[in-house]
């Protein structure tokens, strides 16, 4: 099974809504990422969780927070978004030590 | 610094032509990775081939091919007889040697947009 899922595939959510993203792969990868991707622009970092502890945190605001309960989920909480927020949010998960990232199919966003 | 560039924006083609997405890397580690993803409209990012650093051979897939030169820093991807179903937006990424604190982060250039007309 080489395949990073992630649910739900579209969201709509206002700025006072509380919601999180799902991401989930069963490849026993113990290195898992969330990107941020704005229209015709390049995904960029957020997070990146190592054995189930956050290891690396791109300065994201307080609003987004991720959740890595077990080896195989990540989860992401929204919290009082922001319209600019609006954006592709994909998963993605590899091995240690190892270059290859899996890419889930992305949740697509939208603050109103 | 700019770790990928790809400079061509947007390129538009004719079904059955050649086409080539250029991409330019910089790095000083001599333990690298390169990687193509495709991304067509549905957003999915789908990998397409990752070469090593210590590995300048070429290699071709099916329509595919992709031209590693450490000389120039280039990675370049050529589709051959490019079909409508190319159409999508095309990303090189460099990941460097894993150092724990990078975690073999992704860098990734600014995309090339490529439409193939019918």
């Known amino acids: 099974d080489t395949e990073v899922t992630q649910t739900p595939k579209h969201l709509v959510m206002g700025m006072t809504n509380k919601k999180s993203l799902k991401c989930e792969q069963h490849m026993g990868h113990r290195a898992m990422y969330w990107y941020k991707q704005k229209a015709k622009k390049p995904p960029e970092l957020m997070f990146v969780y190592s054995y189930e502890k956050l290891s690396i945190n791109e300065s994201v605001p307080s609003r ?6 077990n080896s195989s989920l990540l989860n992401l909480h929204l919290h009082a978004l922001q319209p600019e927020d609006s954006a592709l949010y994909l998963c993605a998960s590899s091995h240690l030590g190892r270059p290859e990232k899996y890419f889930g199919p992305g949740t697509r966003l939208t603050v109103t | 610094a700019q770790k990928v560039t790809q400079a061509q924006t947007e390129i538009s083609v004719v079904e059955k032509e ?28 789908v990998f397409l081939i990752r070469r090593n650093s210590f590995d300048e051979q070429n290699e071709i897939s099916g329509r595919y ?53 019918p």
Do not use: H, M
């Open chain 1, 64 to 69: 987004f927070s991720p959740e890595c309960p």
């Open chain 2, 18 to 45: 050649d086409v080539t997405l250029d991409c330019v890397y910089e790095t000083r580690d001599t333990t690298y990775y390169l990687f193509w993803y495709k991304q067509p409209p549905s957003g999915e990012l």
């Open chain 2, 65 to 117: 091919s992709w031209n590693f030169q450490k000389s120039t820093s280039s990675f370049n991807f050529t589709i051959t007889a490019s079909q409508v179903v190319d159409s999508a937006v095309y990303f090189c990424a460099l990941s460097e040697e894993d150092r724990g604190s990078t975690l073999g982060r992704l860098y990734f250039g600014r995309g090339t947009q490529l439409t193939v007309w």
